[in-house]
């Protein structure tokens, strides 16, 4: 159902100038549902990063599966030992409890970027760290785009501005966009599982904190893609 919002993914991407074939890292690429939508966009390679070993691994299957390894990668890494760390392998070691994942490719950052592409992936940081990594990774007035809350967004503006980005564009989603294209959705499939019987009521319960957290923090759920660039040095 995630990939339902892909074509919101798709307007901001076409709303870029990039170069024919550009150089993207995506941060928080989990599993890689946008992963794949921006190798089908773009002509270029994708550095994929992620902390979840679990989830790059599936991700890693898929990406052999379809052929792409010529232009994806994905490595165990955290967005926010980008910069300071690039020459230091010891920073792949995975926390204790995720999964260990042993990328088939040399360590990995290979900067300057010409886009970095993070969705719900930057209200989860340390974000004037994670703006500093940014930065540093990508060429002067090339562009950062993340998805996000509006909510987020109002209240951080200022700290991208601090960190030498400027707003370019932004594409909010239509109002009620998650409720009525996935949580709804998901809510009708759960009620007809359970009406059905023979569900298993243990394997709905994350579903069904979902739709809780969704009611209590409806205000989250109107998301948008911004298009930051950043400012020359
Ligand atoms: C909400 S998921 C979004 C996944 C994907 N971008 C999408 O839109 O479907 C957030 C992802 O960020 C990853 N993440 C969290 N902290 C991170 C970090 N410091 N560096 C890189 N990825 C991180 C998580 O493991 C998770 O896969």
């Known amino acids: 159902m995630r990939a339902r919002f892909h074509r919101h993914t798709r307007r901001a991407f076409q709303s870029l100038r990039l170069p024919e074939r550009p150089r993207i890292l995506e941060a928080g690429c989990g599993r890689g549902t946008v992963t794949f939508e921006l190798a089908r966009l773009s002509q270029g ?37 980008a910069p300071e760390h690039l020459d230091a392998p010891e920073h792949l070691d995975a926390p204790e409890h995720l999964a260990p994942f042993d990328p088939p490719f040399d360590p990995p950052f290979d900067p300057p970027f010409d886009l970095i592409w993070a969705e719900g992936v930057l209200h989860l940081l340390k974000l004037p760290a994670a703006l500093a990594a940014c930065h540093s990774l990508l060429k002067d007035e090339a562009f950062l785009v993340l998805c996000e809350a509006q909510t987020w967004l109002k209240t951080n503006l200022s700290v991208f501005e601090a960190a030498g980005f400027v707003l370019h564009e932004r594409f909010d989603w239509p109002p009620g966009a998650w409720w009525d294209e996935y949580f709804e959705p ?7 599982l359970k009406r059905e019987g023979g569900a298993n009521l243990s394997e709905l319960k994350p579903y069904e904190e979902q739709l809780a957290s969704a009611r209590a923090h409806p205000e989250d759920l109107e998301c948008l893609h911004a298009v930051f660039q950043k400012q020359p040095t």
């Open 45 to 81: 390679t994708i550095l994929g990063l992620d902390i979840d070993g679990l989830a790059l691994q599936a991700l890693q299957r898929t990406i052999e599966d379809q052929q792409l390894g010529e232009r994806v990668e994905v490595h165990k890494l955290s967005l926010l030992d």
């Open 186 to 192: 998901l809510q009708a499939r759960i009620r007809r």
